[in-house]
C-alpha cells in the first residue's frame, strides 16, 4: 500500500509559540491532502482540504490564520499551528489521496501536540 | 445534514466470539463508504471500499457489507491482535472528502 509519512510524531512546545507539522506521500504524487483533528476516543474532524498549488479549503468553524496549510509540492503538504494555547493540543493526522480516487486515503502516524 | 453514526461505541468480546459492528448513515449522495482500523496512538489503516447496495468485501477474519442505509463490518472468530477502533466513513458525492463515524473500540480477550 501506499505510504505517507509524518513528522514529527510528538511535540511539546510553549504556549504563544507555532509549530509546523509535515506530511510527506512517499511512494505516490498526492494531488489532495486532508488534515484532520482527533480528540481522545473521538473521531477525526476534517479540518481542511489542501490541493497542489492553491489555497487550502478549510472547513467551517476552523481559523485559517490559526492554522496554515501549504501545499507546496505532489508529495508535501504541511500544518502550521501558529500562537499555540494549550486548547490546540491534540492529535492531529494527515492523509493523502492518490491522483484517481479520493476516497480511499492513506493516512500518516499522527502528530501529537502538546502545548504547555 | 450529513451524518454517519456507528454503534456500539465499544464492545468486548472473547476470542472467538463473533459479532458485527454497525454504521449507519444519512447522506444526500453516497459515492463511497470506507472502514479504517485505527490503533492507538496511530493513523487509521484502510481495510475496505464499499459502493454500492448488495457489495461485500472480505479479509482475513473480516467482512463488510452495505445496504441502502448501513453498513455491517462482521468479525468472525477474532483473535486479540483485532482489538482496535474501528471507524467508517462516508464519501459524499460531488463533495471531495471523507465524513468520519465516531467509531467502535473493539477489545478481544483472550
Known amino acids: 500500500g501506499a505510504v505517507v509519512s509524518q513528522h514529527p510524531s510528538r511535540v511539546i512546545c510553549k504556549s504563544g509559540t507555532s509549530v509546523k507539522i509535515e506530511c510527506r506521500s512517499l511512494d505516490f504524487q498526492a494531488t489532495t491532502m486532508f488534515w484532520y483533528r482527533q480528540f481522545p476516543k473521538k473521531s477525526l474532524m476534517l479540518m481542511a482540504t489542501?490541493?497542489?498549488?492553491?489555497?487550502?479549503?478549510?472547513e467551517q468553524g476552523v481559523e485559517k490564520d490559526k492554522f496554515l496549510i501549504n501545499h507546496a509540492s505532489l508529495t508535501l503538504s504541511t500544518l502550521t499551528v501558529t500562537s499555540a494555547h494549550p486548547e490546540d493540543s491534540s492529535f492531529y493526522i494527515c492523509?493523502?489521496?492518490?491522483?484517481?480516487?479520493?476516497?480511499?486515503?492513506?493516512f500518516g502516524e499522527g502528530s501529537r501536540l502538546t502545548v504547555l | 445534514e450529513d451524518q454517519v453514526t456507528q454503534s456500539p461505541e465499544a464492545l468486548r468480546l472473547q476470542e472467538g466470539e463473533s459479532s458485527s459492528l454497525n454504521c449507519s448513515y444519512t447522506v444526500s449522495g453516497l459515492r463511497g463508504l470506507f472502514w479504517y482500523r485505527q490503533d492507538p496512538g496511530k493513523g487509521p489503516e484502510f481495510l475496505f471500499t464499499?459502493?454500492?447496495a448488495g457489495e461485500e468485501k472480505e479479509k482475513e477474519r473480516l467482512k463488510a457489507t452495505l445496504t441502502k442505509k448501513e453498513s455491517f463490518l462482521h468479525i468472525t472468530a477474532p483473535k486479540p491482535e483485532d482489538s482496535a477502533t474501528y471507524l467508517c466513513?462516508?464519501?459524499?458525492?460531488?463533495?471531495?472528502?471523507?465524513?468520519f463515524g465516531q467509531g467502535t473500540r473493539l477489545t478481544i480477550n483472550p
Open positions: 489542501s490541493n497542489e498549488g492553491s489555497k487550502a479549503t478549510y
Open positions: 466513513a462516508v464519501e459524499i458525492q460531488g463533495a471531495q472528502k471523507l465524513v
Open positions: 492523509s493523502a489521496s492518490k491522483v484517481s480516487n479520493t476516497g480511499e486515503l492513506f
Open positions: 464499499l459502493y454500492s
